[in-house]
């Protein structure tokens, strides 16, 4: 019941918005704020009674019958994988709105709207625990982020948001048609049928880890495995299915970028593990198992990103853009982390998805903060910011270390472990990928030294220091980032179990 | 009693940089930082000498877990042996001398609070590096002295240079890093953890469960954990980042980039000394030994006084690498703790020099800024520009104006040099000079030989080019009459800490390295293949070596020495004794002559003026450009390793927006226009020549049909009726 | 055939002055006039429901009908029609149609009422039932019917607001 | 009076209540003609509750339901002919023809 109240609040929060007159924005400001804060305020409970010693799936509500029939079932619970990232995701959304607050210029009712209409999606996504629930929820997200480009972003929106809804879609069909192919053969053991077809999540993993059920065959699950690794490969993104991330960014209002980057990316590895890997071990051992290339398939994948990310954001010179491509780089490390299929690998992973959502926040809002002062975004344009801002520019240092991997921080622990899991199978891969650990140190660097280094910019004397609005979204993130830095026990309490759960699953097949 | 205190002495600077975090976060300034934070610093370090008492004899770790996985822990702790107590003594100790020498020397600065916070951080990341227990955490500590390292290089980072410099020094770093990392993703593959000590610990795993067939493997991984240290110890090829980052505030480069951070690599050598194999010592000792004469023949022609110094640093440190990759561990910490002390002593002095023309330089700043460029002749059109106020052309005679720094300048350059006897890096660094020499004769090594003889050379450069900086400086005329009127000696804050510096050069106060129970270098179960267990003994000569007693002290020396050699060595007995005793007393005294031979062609050409410096550059032109142009390496990296990957960057990004953005706005033309013109092509022709023909009937139709829509409702409400009328009439009544 | 009291009379006059009554306003030319037509056929009906034994749909209808939709037909025809326009234009064909169809349609009302077997014989047995207005009351309030009620009385909130928003003079801003 | 009186009455009322709606040429009598055809429909509800089920008196609720709708409907359909008559200028329904084909 407390998932569900924290998953629709946000919608009723849109009704309510929808029902405020168009003129009063401070006001629709306010209860935006209020219903994005009650989701917030429930996953701190959430956070404080979740039971860390289990692996099992806690705080379900369900299933209730939803479509009979087809058996679809509304069934929401959370386990160690999916609550932090239900956590992030309610983190982040008070601090997105309060980040809107001044720079949204038009039609603010129906961005809030919509922002919470995908605030709903965003949270139903990490807690169904029906394979139909989920990927209505996963539509769910794409509709009001479209808008949400479409409608407030920057000069050549349209052209960015058709790119993102297209990509999606196009994934999302492969996705949908492997769902069905489960579905489908969700009640054949031995070629016969037998009971109903089911879409839910936990009795799937089950059946496919029966001996002789449709599901559990190798063939069909190296398949199905590939339909749902390409939807959530765009969504994530995984080379080649990137370029939408770049354009989407550098078009998007700062506070939607942050949505962007911390939490619709971890939808795609949350599913990758979700679904991918729990769901189809004998999948995921073909892309995994180190043997030939397709064994080293999804390493390579990782690889590629985290190379291939690297450098073509050290080649930017909008820090948006940049920030995008270093969003790329880092989830590479994910995908490694993920292939290597141990605990360091894949505790580094879902490590690296919750830091990587919140440290991408961070330089996104810092981004926007310079966007709304200097009206531009190109590197080479800044210069000696550091005398103009020092808070600003203390923070930034901050959130570059972080991101660049500088230990004590949070960026590093999950860049570490993903890396000393992904060398027990991958040596050479991942000798190979630690070129980005260099070359992420090196663009922001050089970034750090172009805006902010250096003699002051004439232009920019009169640019004002950073704001006690702006501070307030930055400050959670930043204490979380050294908190997680420091004591990353606090994270990977929560999801310990369901990752030794995970892994026993991997090794069963 | 030991966990609180080391507790106490890491909490002391965190809370003094906290702090500041703090109250700049609400846009606060702390008006006494530079109070709270020296008094953070000087009650770690009276903390660190309670310790020495805890620590002897047996070294101790503490661990707590900091980070549990399902199967695997990495748990975090202190580990306590007495290089740990000496390091945490050196590092306070100079961090508080720099401290209080900060309070004169950056005291005019507008961000002064800020570079208070900075060294407390940084002296927390330090010590946490140095009573780390597990690689993990050195890691850590690794990595946040080095952007301790930036933010301080960057310290003045309206200037470029300096805005290069720390970004240079940080990225130069992180490639040895990453070095590390692979080989500590190696280690931990093979034993699941990354702790060094303990039952679990790599090292007793090492010796416990591998086998000659992980030599190889061994010898990879000690040398990629060693590129870290090459990185932040400035060892060839990744040195070029050290003179740069004289960028920084000169009391920053006495702590960061002379004392403790740069030595931090030397720290994690010797830390992971149980697992060195032969081969990855032998590494260890090249670099070394090649760093130490390549630095030392690039100091010889520097005229900036910071970066002599930065050169000598880098040489020096190569010194200790060559030390620790020969085996002789006490000997390369030993080095350590003195050069730790005369080279914060070299930079703070050198420090007060450039203090005392400052007040000048600003003064003059505006009608003679670029007048220092035409003052010498040819050798300015190769090089770096040098800020006046460090150019030793424009010093000279200054022992006069500043007695103090000169004496305490004269006794650290004594010492560095090796004058023997009553100065404390003769001694250290003898001890080197004996210990390679002695390796050498022990397994008959024709690279230990050659090393010695590299490490001679070296060091009689060392006594040469800082005498030449000494000459220069302090001797002779004044060469700038207007810069020399203005020279004054420095506040009492700064020459406090230069005197204590100075008596920390004689070797009374290193005590502790003469007590051959203190340090005791660990077993290095690894060191030997099984080729070299079977010559070792056949090499022995039975020397008959007899030991200098002076100040009672050398025998102490070699008697350590042995304990060293002989813990190493299975097959240690008599004959070897002898032979540690034969290397000593020819190191001592071939030590001595290089050193004199130094100081008097120093001497010759910088005071005298027997020599010409020039007339000799200008004979050797090659050579001397080589040095000036510090063997190209900045070139190199710059023009080619930068470029290049400026350039890959540049490929991917293009490759990103024209080929695979390409590809799929090609796909989406593709779709749109081509597909969907044949489409429509055969949609206009064939379909909808069909649904054309349904279209026209239709609207035929539909224009008879809409008469009936005559918009009135009753006629509607009328036609509704009569179709009720009908369809009752139908079912119900038929 | 049962006896013809006083009360099968009065029946019957109401239903005749019930339909009598609807002619004419079906047939009248005035509009005013067949508005109190109308009036007298909502009375009409009203007594019918008396003999139903329906008291309070009775009450309803009277003050309902008489006293709030008829006066509002009235306001309609006042503000609506100008002196000309009091008078009903009809067409003659349009007339013809009509009448057609509703006399086709009564004759097929009349078949069916005839000839549903269930209807026959249903007399009224003259039992008097308690007065309804108690029972009513009790299930519109606290029985099955207190949802319908809430939303009929939602629906003619909308509708009043509706009608008020709709009629109102265009402001124009 | 049988059930059956109560019907003939009700289906004259509906039948004068269509011709209504279907020959007038104001929109007024035509809402008049709608009146009566509710008032039909109320009544047959109440014959039928009275006649069929003479316990349950859930028919004369519909039939107060009935009359509800009936206000609410005169209400809108007042309101509307008053705005279209200000768009207009007239109520005649066969000049409101702005869906002719």
């Known amino acids: 019941m407390l998932l569900s109240l924290m998953i629709f609040i946000p919608l009723l929060g849109m009704i309510v918005v929808l029902l405020l007159p168009r003129e009063s924005e401070e006001l629709v400001k306010r209860v935006t704020l209020l219903f994005t804060l009650i989701p917030l305020a429930l996953a701190v409970y959430l956070f404080i009674t979740y039971d860390r010693s289990t692996a099992g799936t806690q705080f379900f509500h369900g299933p209730v019958p939803w479509i009979d029939a087809f058996n679809i ?212 051992d073909h892309f995994t198992n180190g043997i030939g290339f397709w064994g080293n398939s999804l390493a390579l994948l990782g690889f590629i990103n985290i190379v291939y990310g690297s450098f073509c954001a050290l080649a930017q010179t909008d820090f948006k853009k940049l920030v995008a491509y270093s969003s790329i780089g880092h989830m590479g490390f994910v995908i490694l982390g993920l292939a290597a299929r141990n605990d360091p690998g894949i505790t580094g992973a879902i490590l690296q998805m919750f830091n990587h959502g919140v440290i991408s926040a961070m330089l996104f809002l810092l981004v926007g903060v310079l966007y709304d002062r200097a009206h531009h975004r190109e590197i080479n344009g800044f210069g000696g910011l550091g005398t103009r801002m020092p808070i600003y520019t203390g923070i930034t240092t901050l959130a570059f270390m972080a991101s660049l991997g500088l230990p004590g921080l949070s960026g590093f622990v999950g860049e570490a472990l993903s890396l000393l899991g992904a060398y027990d199978k991958f040596k050479f891969l991942t000798i190979l990928s630690t070129i980005g650990i260099v070359v992420g140190a090196a663009y922001f660097l050089w970034t750090l030294q172009r805006v902010f280094l250096g003699t002051l910019n004439p232009k920019y004397e009169a640019l004002s220091e950073i704001n006690g609005r702006e501070i307030l979204t930055l400050v959670p993130l930043a204490i979380l980032t050294v908190l997680l830095g420091v004591w990353p026990n606090l994270a990977i309490d929560m999801f310990r179990e369901s990752v030794t759960n995970l892994i026993n699953v991997l090794h069963a097949i | 009693m030991v966990v609180p205190l080391i507790s106490f002495i890491l909490l002391c600077p965190l809370a003094a940089f906290a702090v500041f975090g703090i109250l700049g976060l609400a846009n606060k300034r702390f008006p006494r930082q530079d109070y709270l934070s020296t008094a953070a610093m000087l009650i770690a370090l009276a903390c660190s000498f309670l310790l020495l008492r805890e620590v002897v004899p047996s070294p101790e770790a503490h661990t707590v877990d900091w980070l549990s996985l399902g199967n695997v822990t990495f748990s975090m702790g202190f580990y306590l042996d007495s290089v740990t107590v000496i390091m945490l003594i050196v590092v306070t100790l100079v961090s508080s001398l720099v401290h209080i020498f900060s309070m004169g020397y950056m005291h005019d600065d507008p961000r002064y609070p800020r570079f208070f916070a900075y060294l407390s951080l940084f002296s927390f990341s330090m010590l946490f590096l140095v009573v780390s227990d597990n690689l993990l955490g050195i890691y850590i500590g690794w990595e946040l002295v080095g952007l301790c390292s930036y933010l301080l290089i960057g310290f003045w980072f309206e200037k470029d240079s300096a805005a290069n410099a720390c970004k240079k020094a940080f990225l130069t770093t992180r490639v040895g890093d990453v070095g590390m990392f692979i080989g500590m993703m190696m280690l931990f593959t093979k034993f699941q953890t990354l702790s060094l000590y303990g039952e679990d610990g790599i090292f007793t795993l090492a010796a416990s469960q591998l086998t000659t067939g992980d030599m190889v493997w061994l010898s990879i991984a000690g040398v990629l954990i060693f590129c870290g240290a090459i990185g932040k110890s400035a060892q060839m090829p990744l040195h070029t980042w050290l003179p740069d980052a004289m960028e920084g505030p000169t009391p920053v480069s006495a702590l960061i980039h002379a004392a403790t951070m740069v030595a931090a690599g030397v720290y994690l050598t010797a830390r992971m000394f149980p697992i060195l194999t032969e081969t990855s010592s032998l590494v260890i000792a090249y670099v070394g030994g090649i760093t130490a004469l390549v630095a030392a023949t690039i100091a010889i022609v520097r005229f900036d006084i910071k970066r002599v110094l ?247 020396v070699a008697a350590e020495e042995d304990a060293g050699q002989g813990t190493q060595d299975v097959h240690g007995d008599d004959g070897h004794h002898g032979s540690a005793h034969t290397a000593h007393t020819i190191a001592m005294v071939l030590s001595i002559i290089v050193a004199g031979l130094g100081i008097f062609l120093s001497w010759l050409f910088y005071h005298r003026r027997a020599l010409s410096a020039e007339s000799v550059a200008t004979t050797f032109r090659p050579v001397y450009n080589l040095f000036w142009h510090k063997y190209y390496f900045d070139e190199f990296y710059d023009g080619v390793l930068v470029a290049l990957t400026v350039w890959k960057a540049r490929l991917f990004a293009r490759f990103d927006g024209s080929v695979v953005d390409g590809i799929v706005n090609g796909v989406g033309l593709v779709t749109r226009d081509i597909l969907a013109a044949f489409v429509g092509f055969f949609d206009n022709r064939v379909v909808d020549g069909l649904v054309n023909r349904v279209a026209k009937i239709t609207w035929a139709i539909g224009g008879r049909i809409r008469r009936i829509q005559t918009g009135a409702i009753q006629t509607y409400l009328f036609v509704v009726l009569v179709g009720i009328v009908l369809l009752i009439l139908i079912f119900r009544v038929l | 055939m049962e006896e013809f009291t006083l009360k099968t009379f009065i029946f019957y006059g109401f239903a005749l002055t019930t339909v009598a009554s609807a002619l004419l306003v079906v047939t009248v030319r005035n509009i005013v006039h067949a508005a109190f037509s109308l009036m007298v056929t909502l009375f009409g009906v009203a007594g019918l429901y008396v003999f139903l034994q329906a008291d309070f749909l009775a009450a309803t209808q009277v003050i309902v009908y008489v006293g709030g939709i008829l006066v509002l037909i009235l306001f309609g025809v006042m503000m609506t029609s100008g002196r000309l326009e009091m008078r009903i234009h009809i067409e003659r064909g349009q007339l013809l149609l009509g009448g057609a169809v509703a006399l086709v349609l009564l004759m097929l009302l009349l078949t069916v009422i005839a000839n549903t077997p269930a209807w026959k014989n249903r007399i009224d047995d003259g039992t008097e039932l308690p007065p309804t207005t108690e029972r009513i009351g009790e299930l519109i309030l606290n029985g099955p019917f207190l949802l319908p009620f809430e939303v009929v009385s939602v629906l003619l909130l909308v509708a009043l607001i509706g009608a008020a928003l709709i009629s109102r003079k265009e402001v124009r801003d | 009076m049988t059930l059956q009186h109560y019907l003939v009455i009700s289906a004259i009322l509906f039948t004068l209540g269509i011709f209504a709606v279907l020959t007038r040429r104001n929109a007024i009598s035509i809402l008049m003609g709608i009146e009566l055809i509710l008032n039909s429909c109320n009544l047959n509800f109440a014959a039928f509750s009275r006649f069929m089920t003479p316990e349950d008196i859930s028919g004369q609720i519909i039939a107060i339901f009935g009359i509800v709708l009936a206000a609410a409907e005169a209400a809108v359909f007042l309101a509307i002919i008053l705005a279209i008559y200000r768009e207009f200028g007239s109520i005649r329904p066969d000049e409101v023809d702005t869906l002719k084909g």
């Open chain 2, 310 to 556: 930065a050169y000598s640093t880098i040489s020096q440190l190569g010194y200790m690498m060559l030390a620790i990759g020969a085996g002789s561990y006490v000997a390369g910490l030993f080095h350590l703790t003195t050069h730790a002390f005369f080279k914060a002593l070299l930079f703070l002095g050198s420090g007060s020099v450039i203090h005392a023309f400052h007040a000048m330089h600003a003064h003059a700043h505006d009608d003679e800024k670029h007048d220092h460029e035409h003052a010498d002749d040819e050798e300015y059109i190769l090089g770096s520009e040098i800020p006046p106020d460090q150019d030793m052309r424009n010093m000279g005679g200054l022992r006069h104006k500043m007695p103090i720094t000169f004496i305490t300048m004269l006794i650290a350059t004594l010492s560095i040099s090796g004058v023997p006897f009553i100065f404390s890096g003769f001694w250290s660094k003898d001890k080197i000079l004996a210990g390679v020499l002695g390796r050498a004769m022990e397994w008959n090594s024709i690279h230990h030989y050659i090393l010695f003889v590299i490490a001679l050379l070296a060091a009689g450069i060392t006594a040469f080019y800082m005498f030449r900086l000494i000459f220069m400086t302090f001797f002779g005329e004044p060469r700038n009459q207007e810069m020399h009127e203005m020279a004054h000696e420095s506040p009492l804050s700064m020459t406090v800490p230069l005197i204590v510096l100075a008596l920390l050069s004689f070797p009374a106060v290193n005590t502790l390295w003469f007590n051959k129970d203190y340090v005791k270098p660990p077993q290095q179960s690894h060191l030997h293949a099984p080729t070299h267990a079977q010559l070792a003994p056949d090499t022995k000569t039975g020397g008959t070596g007899v030991a200098l007693s002076l100040f009672g002290v050398s025998e102490a």
């Open chain 1, 73 to 284: 079932q509304y069934h929401i619970g959370v386990d160690g994988l999916s609550v932090t990232l239900l956590l992030l995701t309610a983190l982040l959304g008070p601090i997105c709105v309060i980040a809107s607050w001044r720079n949204i210029e038009k039609g603010i009712k129906a961005y809030m709207a919509l922002f919470l209409l995908l605030e709903t999606g965003m949270l139903g996504f990490f807690a169904a625990l029906d394979l139909f629930l989920f990927y209505v929820f996963f539509e769910l997200t794409l509709l009001p982020m479209y808008f949400l480009i479409g409608i407030w972003g920057g000069p050549r929106r349209e052209y960015a948001a058709i790119k993102f809804f297209l990509y999606t879609l196009f994934g999302s069909v492969l996705m949908l048609v492997a769902m069905i192919a489960v579905y489908l053969n969700s009640n054949i053991v031995n070629g016969v049928a037998e009971g109903l077809r089911t879409f839910d999540i936990p009795t799937l993993i089950t059946l496919a880890a029966t001996q002789g059920h449709a599901l559990a065959d190798s063939d069909f699950q190296i398949w199905v495995f590939l339909g749902f690794f390409i939807g959530f490969a765009v969504k994530v993104p995984i080379f080649p299915f990137h370029t939408w991330l770049p354009d989407a960014h550098v078009e998007a209002p700062t506070a939607i970028s942050v949505i962007l980057a911390g939490i619709l990316l971890k939808m795609g590895t949350y599913g990758l593990v979700r679904v991918n890997m729990a769901m189809f071990p004998q999948g995921l």
